[in-house]
């Protein structure tokens, strides 16, 4: 029932900048936290931002000063603005509730940093 589509990935270079899109749909949208998390190869998937229900906001220390996340509940869309991309970046990027809900992972967004 609840999909989450992510999408805005790509391939940039160290220092660029990319804005992530996670539209949202199949379940009320407005009333639970959203959270942007990332696994690269061979690591454990990673929460790297949230976006409470009254939009507070938390993010990584990892990535702290860098990334930043907002959500438009109109447009059920959650966005993660991440700026000054580093090769450490890479990763597929997803959208879920946080906490997680194991049932609604879905495809992640490609993000790879490279020169």
């Known amino acids: 029932q609840v999909q989450f589509v992510e999408s805005g990935g790509g391939l940039v270079q160290p220092g660029g900048s990319l804005r992530l899109s996670c539209a949202a749909s199949g379940s009320i949208f407005s009333i639970y936290a959203m959270g942007w998390y990332r696994q690269a190869p061979g690591k454990q998937r990673e929460l790297v931002a949230v976006?409470?229900?009254?939009?507070?906001?938390n993010i990584a220390d990892s990535v702290k000063g860098r990334f930043g996340i907002s959500r438009d509940n109109a447009k059920n869309t959650v966005y993660l603005q991440i700026n000054s991309l580093k090769p450490e970046d890479t990763a597929v990027y997803y959208c879920?509730?946080?906490?997680?809900?194991?049932?609604?992972w879905g495809q992640g967004t490609q993000v790879t940093v490279s020169s």
């Open positions: 879920n509730r946080a906490p997680a809900v194991t049932d609604y």
């Open positions: 976006v409470s229900y009254d939009l507070t906001v």
